[in-house]
Nanobody, 122 residues
């Protein structure tokens, strides 16, 4: 599985961004997808995940109500819509594929994209 994340950038606090992650190499519709983020000097943390069917989604408490994960299996793409962004959302965001389910820890994921930087200015 190859994953290519995009859509990061610089945004003011309160603004929005939409991240995309394009997948290739295996049947995209058969595995769970997740987004993680890593701020400077911090551990990589779970942000959101979505089941293969798109029927179930999961969020970290810190982003619940502001971020929305979705997927388009016809386009082999998963999205992360980020609204009401805060400076503490600044991080490199990574998409990842979970071949066995839809995990909430980084150890559950088998494949990772290269990351896209999101910077939120105050």
């Amino acid at each position: 599985v190859q994953l290519q994340a995009s859509g990061g950038g610089l945004v003011q606090a309160g603004g929005s961004l939409r991240l995309s992650c394009a997948a290739s190499g295996r049947t995209f519709s058969s595995y769970g997808m997740g987004w993680f983020r890593q701020a400077p000097g911090k551990e990589r943390e779970f942000v959101a995940a979505i089941r293969w069917s798109g029927g179930s989604t999961y969020y970290a408490d810190s982003v619940k109500g502001r971020f929305t994960i979705s997927r388009d299996n016809a386009k082999n793409t998963v999205y992360l819509q980020m609204n009401s962004l805060k400076p503490e959302d600044t991080a490199v965001y990574y998409c990842a594929a979970d071949l066995m389910g839809v995990g909430r820890t980084k150890n559950d994921y088998n494949y990772w994209g290269q990351g896209t930087l999101v910077t939120v200015s105050s």
